[in-house]
């Protein structure tokens, strides 16, 4: 699969055979706080021009209204409609496919607004850590033996969790090592785009520490799944090849793009490089799917 690197005669290329823009949010509209410069006004313009603009994040702990908020913040024209997170497309699916048990979930608050706004039960929000003064790994040990699973738990949905402790983990891995839960997380991203020189872990970190130890891969909803786009087109009737994804990460943006018939624009702002395709390119078993149409 070739590349290509953006000129003007491609841009115009591109507005001619594209009716819907799909931008990843961090690290290609905002980087951490901060707007990413020229990004409002071609978003504008696109409209201005009749295109059809959609933000799909794998963030899960922003409901699409926060999602909102923070688009008019910076300058972006949105609505809850053109708006697909990670939070409110897990709440869709377990919807559509009938989900009437309860969760365990390794969340945040947002993921539990989505859930709610779908009368989804769950249970696992919050802090949870052994008592003061109980730190060992006998007290975990000790904690382990005494706890028992809730019977009503028939599914777990992972996702960004600030809170998460090894007491958590336990719990997770527990219902997730029954074959017969459903297994789900939100996203696996490695790491958040950010502008300082801090590193900062991504859901994938949260979700491997319930994974490895089940041994099972969870159903992902986010990029690069093909979910998010298939809600996308339940409601918007969109057209895979009339569509392009906008976004800064070859394991997600642009192979979600790949697995779902869109052309892909790499931009240069977040996390991957023109490096990091080389890289993918060079590898001895290159993945296609991760390299972009353009950049």
Not at 184 to 201: M, Y
């Amino acid at each position: 699969k070739t590349t290509r690197k953006i000129d003007k005669a491609l841009v115009d290329e591109i507005i001619r055979t594209t009716d819907n823009f799909l931008f990843d949010c961090d690290g290609v509209l905002w980087r951490g706080h901060g707007i990413i410069p020229g990004c409002s006004e071609t978003v504008h313009k696109l409209i201005k021009m009749g295109k059809r603009v959609f933000y799909v994040t794998n963030n899960s702990s922003k409901t699409r209204a926060q999602v909102v908020e923070k688009c008019i913040k910076f300058g972006y024209p949105a609505q809850k409609e053109n708006i697909l997170g990670t939070a409110y497309s897990s709440a869709m699916y377990l919807q559509n496919i009938g989900f009437s048990g309860k969760l365990f979930m390794v969340g945040n608050p947002s993921m539990a607004e989505e859930l709610d706004s779908v009368g989804i039960k769950y249970t696992g929000l919050g802090p949870d850590v052994l008592p003061e003064g109980h730190n060992s790994f006998d007290d975990m040990v000790h904690f382990q033996k005494e706890w028992t699973p809730d019977p009503e738990v028939t599914g777990v949905l992972v996702g960004m969790d600030v809170h998460l402790s090894y007491r958590k983990m336990i719990k997770a891995a527990t219902y997730a090592s029954n074959k017969d839960n459903l297994f789900l997380a939100t996203n696996e991203d490695k790491a958040f785009p950010h502008e300082d020189h801090v590193v900062v872990p991504g859901t994938g970190s949260i979700v491997a520490a319930v994974k490895t130890p089940t041994r099972r891969e969870p159903t992902i909803i986010g990029k690069p799944s093909s979910t998010m786009f298939d809600l996308l087109h339940e409601t918007h009737d969109i057209d895979a090849k009339r569509s392009i994804m906008v976004g800064d990460s070859l394991h997600t943006d642009i192979a979600m793009a790949s697995h779902c018939g869109m052309r892909s624009l790499l931009v240069l702002s977040g996390i991957d490089s023109v490096e990091s395709i080389e890289t993918v390119k060079k590898s001895s078993h290159p993945d296609s799917a991760q390299i972009p149409d353009y950049f």
